[in-house]
Structure formats: structure tokens, C-alpha cells
């Protein structure tokens, strides 16, 4: 497939997951008590009511991320409370939860879909495994199918695995307050308050990434693949 194919699949494939991961964070908040994002129409799975609140994170950047460098870099956000997240730091770890939760759930299910697949005989084991190239097909409609699926499993293991990281601003610095003691809870949430540890945190987070999701990519391939052994 030439660049524009797999540029238009990338962003796709990154407005469906990070459309799942927010709408999983807003359905987690209305369900603990919190209508804020609800009421902002956050739970849905239609892109536009994440796009309007974040066109920068979802739209602009992204696009402009594929036309230069060939990926989808960008970000999105769920509103909520504050008051309501410090008053029930519990519920305001489970809403943190949903989003990765919900990302793994399409790991799941693309790696479900390449299972059938294979068994199918409509995919097979490629020679090597890629971001785009977790499974391989014969056949121009089977080759689209098997890189939308791929990038589906790739991108969701991906956005799992960086928001579950427990560092500010990412997810799983929140979802630390489900196992915190109690009287650490305070505390923790006036340091997750401070914008320069925020920043500390992702210049560290950007510098060893590359190194964490490489592993962790092959080991879930080879889950699919349990005679083959990519490295």
C-alpha cells in the first residue's frame, strides 16, 4: 500500500481508539457520579463530540503528524470535576482505568480477528512484524484488511501501554489512587496538581518508551503466533 493508503489507515484507526479510550473515560465518571463530561455528550462512541472539544489533539496535529512524519501523533481529553475527583479519588481511579481498559479490550478483539483470520486462511504469518505488520495477506482486499487490523492491535497495545505508565498526565498516575493507602491520597493528588512534575514526567516517559512498547509488542505477537518466534 503507498503512503496515503496507510496514512489514511493510521489516522482512522487513531481517531476510533483514542474516541473508545476517552468514551470509556466519560462513561466510567457518569457511572461514579460525575455528569460532567456526560452532559459535554463525551459518552459516544461517534469521533465529533471528541473532536469539537480537542480539533488541535484529534484533528489538526494528527493529520499533520501523517503528511510529515507518518504518524498520528495527537491527544484528547474528557472533561470532569476536579472537586468531584478529589472528594472520590477511588471513583476518580476508576474512571483513570477505563480508558486503557477499553484500548486493551481492542488489543483483544483485533487479535481475535487475526485468529480468525489465519484459521480462515484469509491472513498469514508474515516474514517479519511490524507497527502496520502484525499479520500478513495474499490478495489486495485481504492486505487492506490485515493492515487495518494490524494497526488496530499495534496502536491500541500502544495507547494501553503508555496510559497505563504511572506518571502525570498519563492515566495510570490517577489510577494509583485505587491501591494508595488512604492518607497518602491527599497528598499524592496535590503533587499530581503540579504542572512542572506533569512536564518532568513526560520528558522521561518520551525518552524511554521506545525501549518499554518494543518488548511488549513481541511478546503479544508471538501470543498470536505461539510457533513462530519474531525478535
Known amino acids: 500500500m503507498d503512503a496515503l493508503g496507510l496514512g489514511i489507515v493510521l489516522y482512522a484507526v ?9 468514551a470509556a473515560h466519560a462513561w466510567a465518571a457518569k457511572r461514579g457520579g ?11 462512541l461517534d469521533p465529533r463530540p471528541h ?16 503528511a510529515t512524519a507518518g504518524w498520528p501523533f495527537g491527544w484528547a481529553s474528557s472533561p470532569y470535576d476536579p472537586q ?4 472520590h479519588p477511588r471513583r476518580a ?14 488489543v483483544c478483539a483485533a487479535g481475535l480477528g487475526i485468529e480468525v483470520g489465519l484459521l480462515f486462511g484469509w491472513f498469514e504469518p508474515p ?5 502496520a505488520a502484525v499479520t500478513g495477506a495474499q490478495g489486495a482486499l485481504a492486505r487492506v484488511a490485515a493492515l487495518a487490523v494490524s494497526v488496530l492491535f499495534s496502536m491500541n497495545l ?9 506518571l502525570p498526565p498519563l492515566d495510570g498516575s490517577t489510577v ?3 491501591v494508595l493507602p488512604e492518607p497518602w491520597t491527599e497528598r499524592y493528588q496535590q503533587l499530581l496538581r503540579t504542572p512542572a512534575f506533569a512536564w518532568m514526567s513526560l520528558l522521561l516517559v518520551f525518552g524511554f518508551f521506545g525501549q518499554l512498547f518494543r518488548p511488549v509488542f513481541l511478546f503479544a505477537v508471538n501470543l498470536l503466533y505461539p510457533f513462530a518466534s519474531y525478535g
Open 93 to 106: 481511579g476508576w474512571m483513570s482505568l477505563a480508558g486503557p481498559a477499553a484500548n486493551l479490550l481492542l
Open 14 to 22: 487513531f481517531v476510533c481508539s483514542v474516541t473508545v479510550h476517552e
Open 51 to 66: 473532536m469539537r472539544r480537542e480539533p488541535f489533539g484529534m484533528v489538526i496535529v494528527p493529520l499533520l503528524g501523517v
Open 127 to 131: 516474514d517479519a512484524v511490524s507497527f
Open 176 to 178: 494509583l489512587l485505587l
Open 84 to 87: 468531584w475527583a478529589h472528594a
Open 158 to 166: 500502544l495507547l494501553f501501554l503508555l496510559n497505563m505508565i504511572p
Open 34 to 44: 460525575d455528569p460532567t463530561a456526560y452532559l459535554g455528550g463525551q459518552v459516544s
